[in-house]
């Protein structure tokens, strides 16, 4: 198993520029999670997902959006890019009886 | 709202010390405290866990104590050696059912370990 994949590793954007962030997990896992994480600060929760389509805001949900329409994909989708927005992005995942997350390699993403 | 306290935010210890970074959260219902470990540019992994039902719980040189009442648990790493050298993350799980809790995270450790 490759666990969780995401994609790309590093990207510059600028401002008012469009991405989608992927992640992909091949352990048929219902729960999945988009963090981020600011230089020397914890993981911050932007959105989470229970099942192929339900998604749900997290903590910093503002400027991005997600949808889930496979059990194994969860995109993260950046409309407009702000400074603010650089940042380290991991996605997880866990299965429906465990509490245990499974991080993603990270995105570094940097807005200029 | 819900939120997760670390302290300290940075610590230093000799090889061969101890080493005991502590965390409160505020959702008494609560039930699952894991531990990270972060390498520089590297993601989480997971350390160590413990549920509400366990006060204690053991995996060689790494423990976690959690109190309930008090609504705070530790990480506690005996005979430090330089590998140790990471920043840690606690984290508690809010909303209580598995079908739909979330992960708060605590703001992070960074453990030096001087040789």
């Known amino acids: 198993n490759a666990g969780v994949t995401q994609t790309p590793k590093f990207r510059i954007l600028k401002i008012g520029q469009s991405m989608t962030l992927q992640c992909t997990q091949d352990?048929?896992?219902?729960?999945m999670y988009w963090y981020r994480q600011d230089p020397g600060m914890g993981l911050k929760l932007i959105y989470y997902?229970?099942?192929?389509?339900?998604?749900d805001k997290g903590e910093v949900p503002n400027g991005y959006n997600v949808s889930r329409s496979t059990t194994e994909d969860f995109p993260l989708r950046l409309e407009l890019a702000a400074p603010s927005q650089t940042s380290v992005y991991f996605c997880?995942?866990?299965?429906?009886?465990?509490?245990?997350?499974?991080f993603g390699p990270g995105t570094r993403l940097t807005v200029t | 709202g819900e939120n997760v306290e670390q302290h300290p935010s940075t610590l230093s210890v000799q090889e061969g010390d101890s080493a005991v970074i502590k965390c409160t959260y505020s959702?008494?219902?609560?039930?699952?405290f894991p531990w990270y470990k972060q390498e520089l540019g590297k993601r989480p992994q997971l350390i160590i866990d413990?549920?509400?039902?366990?006060g204690e719980k053991k995996d060689q040189r790494i423990a976690v104590t959690l109190n309930k009442t008090a609504k705070h648990f530790s990480l506690h790493i005996t005979e430090t050696q330089p590998e140790d050298s990471a920043v840690y993350f606690c984290?508690?799980?809010?909303?209580?059912?598995?079908?739909?809790?979330?992960?708060?995270f605590g703001q992070g450790t960074t453990l030096q370990v001087k040789p």
């Open positions: 352990m048929n896992h219902n729960y």
């Open positions: 997902s229970v099942g192929a389509g339900i998604t």
């Open positions: 997880a995942s866990r299965g429906a009886l465990t509490y245990e997350q499974y």
């Open positions: 413990i549920r509400s039902n366990v």
């Open positions: 959702d008494s219902a609560s039930n699952y």
């Open positions: 984290a508690a799980f809010i909303g209580g059912s598995s079908n739909t809790g979330k992960l708060i």
